[in-house]
Nanobody, 118 residues
């Protein structure tokens, strides 16, 4: 069992910054890649950024150059700069968990709301 708890969401004006955090607890030794996703009202959940256990990061085209994902052991962060109204969404943390070599599942946090006003 792995629990993920996000924090750091809120309301910010366009051009502003927010830093999201996601702390993992439980079987954290089994955690591999950690990611941030977001879901806007009426839209599908989309990947924002992923960081491997080795620190390699990948970003969606829509956030590259503005957002930075980082990781400190079992906490993952998303630094969001230059926020735009279209970044408004519920942001979710996820983690790939492999308790055995044969089995991998994805753990999800409860989400944190980010609202960017124009």
């Amino acid at each position: 069992q792995v629990n993920l708890v996000e924090s750091g969401g809120g309301l910010v004006q366009a051009g502003g910054s927010l830093r999201l955090s996601c702390a993992a607890s439980g079987r954290t030794r089994s955690i591999g890649d950690m990611s941030w996703y977001r879901q806007a009202p009426g839209m599908q959940r989309e990947s924002v950024a992923t960081i491997t256990s080795g620190g390699d990061a990948n970003y969606a085209d829509s956030v590259r150059g503005r957002f930075t994902i980082s990781r400190d052991r079992n906490t993952v962060y998303l630094q969001m700069n230059g926020l735009k109204p279209e970044d408004t969404a519920v942001y979710y943390c996820s983690a790939k968990v492999s308790p055995t070599i044969e089995y991998t599942f994805t753990a999800w946090g409860q989400g944190t709301q980010v609202t960017v006003s124009s």
